[in-house]
């Protein structure tokens, strides 16, 4: 995990809570992938997931409630120098 300091600042948030947060999803995901699992985000909801048949979609295991965004996960350093991601209209 990388933790964006000044990102966190900026936003209002303390870093080391973010840090927290962070390192609890890093776990919940690697346990997640320990099991064959896979994690997804997209359409405001986020799933567990199974890949078992290449020629069908993956099987959804779970539903999880909270916001979840999903997009190609990249970013980029804006003209002030703070990391961020895709814009959404």
């Given at each position: 995990?990388?933790?964006y300091?000044?990102e966190?600042?900026?936003a209002?948030?303390?870093?080391?809570?973010?840090?927290?947060v962070a390192?609890?999803?890093?776990?919940?995901?690697?346990?997640?992938?320990?099991l064959?699992l896979?994690?997804?985000?997209?359409m405001?909801?986020?799933t567990?997931?199974?890949?078992d048949?290449?020629s069908?979609?993956?099987l959804?295991?779970?539903?999880m409630?909270?916001?979840?965004?999903g997009?190609d996960?990249?970013?980029?350093?804006?003209?002030?120098?703070?990391?961020?991601?895709?814009?959404?209209i």
């Amino acid at each position: 995990m990388i933790l964006y300091d000044d990102e966190c600042r900026k936003a209002g948030t303390d870093p080391k809570k973010v840090a927290a947060v962070a390192q609890r999803l890093e776990r919940a995901v690697k346990d997640a992938n320990q099991l064959g699992l896979e994690v997804f985000g997209g359409m405001g909801g986020g799933t567990l997931r199974y890949r078992d048949d290449d020629s069908k979609g993956p099987l959804i295991l779970a539903d999880m409630s909270g916001l979840w965004d999903g997009g190609d996960g990249g970013f980029i350093e804006d003209d002030e120098g703070f990391n961020r991601g895709e814009y959404h209209i």
